[in-house]
């Protein structure tokens, strides 16, 4: 039972680089989110898929973009990476249990941007 | 004022001692409250729900209290295993809305 599956669990780039962090998951959640987390900030929401077919921005989505490709999966890309957006990642997925959201996280990307 | 709102700790405590953490929220429409736990390097795991009513799960108690807006997390007997950091988290509406994470408070249980 897999769960949340994430790639890459490291990463190093360069500034101006891109790369694409991509997450699965096969509970058969519809909807998917991306969070970073950063010392001392918590965990803040990038962008999330309430359903397949759809995407919307969280609390930090500026240098991002995101796909949803099907119901399993939730890709995030970074087209020009910055410093700023040396983080770790989290991928999670949700389903609705008596009317509460309850997620369930991939293991992280760790990405640095030097 | 931030959405949720946690003391970062540390809390140290001794094995076998109980131990409580508190957090507040802003948005009275909130509708539904969790506490994760997330372990050194880790991801968040959902630790328990916490209900109106409050409830219980083995040495772990969380209690809800709408009127002054926050929730706690009780720990009886404290063990090494508990060493985490534990997060709130709220659901400002019903249903598949994302969550919203304080930023966590840290436990050590030392032994």
């Known amino acids: 039972n897999a769960g949340v599956t994430q790639t890459p669990k490291f990463q190093v780039l360069k500034t101006g680089q891109s790369m694409t962090l991509q997450c699965a998951q096969d509970?058969?959640?519809?909807?998917m989110y991306w969070y970073r987390q950063d010392p001392g900030m918590g965990l803040r929401l990038i962008y999330y898929?309430?359903?397949?077919?759809?995407?919307d921005k969280g609390e930090v989505p500026n240098g991002y973009n995101v796909s949803r490709l099907n119901k399993r999966e939730f890709s995030l890309r970074l087209e020009s990476a910055a410093p700023s957006q040396t983080s770790v990642y989290f991928c999670?997925?949700?389903?609705?249990?008596?009317?509460?959201?309850?997620?369930?996280f991939g293991a992280g990307s760790r990405l640095t941007v030097l | 004022r931030k959405e949720v709102e946690q003391d970062p700790g540390p809390f140290n405590v001794p094995e076998g001692a109980t131990v409580a953490f508190n957090c507040t929220y802003s948005n009275s429409a909130s509708q539904s409250f969790f506490w994760y736990r997330q372990d050194c390097r880790k991801e968040p795991k959902l630790l328990m729900s916490?209900?109106?009513s409050g409830n219980e799960d083995g040495r772990f108690t969380a209690q809800l209290n709408r009127a002054s807006q926050y929730i706690s997390l009780l720990i009886r007997d404290s063990k090494l295993s508990d060493s985490a950091t534990y997060l709130c988290v709220v659901n400002r509406h019903s249903g598949n809305t994302p969550l919203v994470f304080g930023k966590g408070t840290r436990l050590s249980v030392i032994a």
């Open positions: 898929s309430a359903s397949e077919g759809t995407t």
């Open positions: 999670a997925s949700s389903e609705v249990y008596s009317g509460a959201n309850v997620l369930t």
């Open positions: 509970m058969n959640h519809n909807s």
């Open positions: 916490v209900y109106s």
